[in-house]
């Protein structure tokens, strides 16, 4: 088991190139089901979750071909394998995301039903209904989601709730569907522009992505294309809190400013100083922060997966604000873990108050899940003395070389196994 040791106290400075990010690339890897022609994809982040859906893909009959420059080359010409089996579902929900291409494609898929995960049980009902509503045949059986359709239909759908990889599957799904699809209630994230981006440039009939309304005109096939995937905003938020929390200077580099608009105003009214360009955001403090009332909610409102991030902010920011996470059931695991580090927090239902300390000092914590393990690494940068954070597998999953980059800007961190 690795772990990751931190001395904290020293400001962070410096430029930090950020990666492709990892909530794109995924439904952007699965796209390649959709044609049996070439998908060639650049800025692809080396990161777990990654490494996994290319074994999944691959598993099912894509071929995979990587070069030295983080571009991807998928072929689905022939898919033997239609299904997703549990040992590799199990470790990354967003296997899930076969689905729907599979499905739309060839007829028929079977997805091993992904199992809950720490921050919450995670349903994946209204996928299922989605593809219904296009005429799929679905029953569920020994954890299985065994699906059929001779050729998906075009259908009105309203989502009962605003779901991420909800609105991809059921895009790229209804992207080979026969007639239109309307999806009413979409996901707004701009992973899902960049995602409709890919397919659009495959030869998919798209409008409205990014918007709370997606149409689909289904066409008979796909072809090939290449797609540079866009940066990863969650990434760049975590290295912009750093240089607020460690009062230090910090410009993130090929980055996307405008898909970071409510964690740019949060920093701001933390009282760091954000400017930003075409494709950087620089981030100067000297430290002293205001704690920010934080709310949840799906895009362009604040990000859940910044709120742990902006929890440790509030850890040692002067005042008293509120954590509110509306999207999951339990996205405060972070929360004792921060104790151990001398936090002041209390925890109310979906709402967490968190009084600023003058200090927090360093202990053995452990991550739980991919962002509360960046929450852990921001408190241990302006912890006194040293702070060891155990199980970073889950680091991994969404971080490519966190501890390269973050030395890079100063910071006292090593892997130690
Ligand atoms: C995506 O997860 C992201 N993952 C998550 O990022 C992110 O936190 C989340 O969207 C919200 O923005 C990927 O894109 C791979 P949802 P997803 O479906 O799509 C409920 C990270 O840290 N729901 O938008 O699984 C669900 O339980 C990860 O990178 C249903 O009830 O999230 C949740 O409460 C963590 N039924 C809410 O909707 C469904 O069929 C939003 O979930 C689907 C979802």
């Not at 994946?124 to 050729?151: C, F, N, P, S, T």
């Not at 759908?157 to 992207?175: C, F, H, K, Q, W």
Request: proline share 4%.
């Amino acid at each position: 088991m690795e772990s990751l040791l931190i001395h904290g106290g020293n400001k962070l400075t410096g430029e930090v190139r950020i990666s492709g990010a990892k909530n794109a690339a995924l439904p952007i890897l699965t796209a390649a089901l959709l044609s049996a022609e070439p998908l060639q994809l650049a800025n692809v982040p080396h990161l777990k979750d990654i490494s996994t859906m290319l074994a999944l893909l691959g598993h099912m009959g894509v071929r995979v071909t990587l070069d030295d420059q983080n571009r991807v080359t998928l072929c689905g010409e022939s898919i033997p394998n239609k299904d997703a089996p549990y040992e590799m579902v199990k470790t990354m929900r967003a296997a899930i995301l076969v689905l729907g291409p599979t499905l739309a494609r060839f007829g028929e898929a079977r997805v091993s039903m992904p199992g809950g995960c720490a921050i919450g049980s995670r349903p994946v009902d209204l996928h299922i209904k989605g593809l219904q509503a296009m005429g799929a045949e679905i029953h569920i059986e020994h954890g299985y989601i065994h699906a059929r359709a001779k050729r998906l239909k075009g259908a009105h759908i309203a989502m009962d709730m605003v779901t991420v990889t909800g609105t991809e599957n059921l895009m790229m799904a209804a992207s080979l569907a026969d007639g239109t699809t309307v999806l009413a209630n979409a996901a707004r994230e701009p992973e899902i522009v960049d995602l409709a981006n890919c397919l659009i440039a495959m030869g998919a009939k798209i409008e409205g992505a990014g918007s709370g309304v997606i149409t689909i005109h289904g066409v008979p096939a796909l072809h090939g294309a290449q797609h540079s995937v866009m940066p990863d905003r969650i990434e760049t938020g975590t290295f912009l809190v750093a240089a607020a929390m460690t009062g230090g200077r910090i410009r993130a580099t090929h980055a996307q400013p405008d898909t970071l608009v409510s964690v740019m105003g949060k920093l701001a009214d933390a009282g760091a100083h954000v400017t930003s360009g075409e494709d950087w955001i620089e981030v100067e403090s000297d430290g002293v922060l205001n704690a920010v009332d934080v709310r949840t909610a799906p895009h362009p409102a604040f990000p859940t997966d910044m709120q742990a991030q902006f929890m440790a902010l509030n850890c040692v920011a002067s005042g008293v604000a509120s954590i509110t996470e509306t999207i999951f059931e339990n996205r405060f695991m972070h929360v004792q873990e921060l104790r151990r580090l001398g936090a002041n927090i209390e925890v109310t239902g979906h709402t967490a108050l968190v009084r600023g300390v003058p200090r927090l000092d360093g202990a053995t914590v452990m991550a739980t899940d991919l962002r509360a393990s960046a929450c852990l690494v921001l408190a241990g940068l302006v912890a006194a003395g040293e702070t060891t954070i155990e199980r970073i597998y889950h680091l991994d999953r969404g971080y490519e070389r966190i501890e390269e980059k973050l030395t890079q800007l100063g910071a006292r961190i090593q892997r130690v196994h």
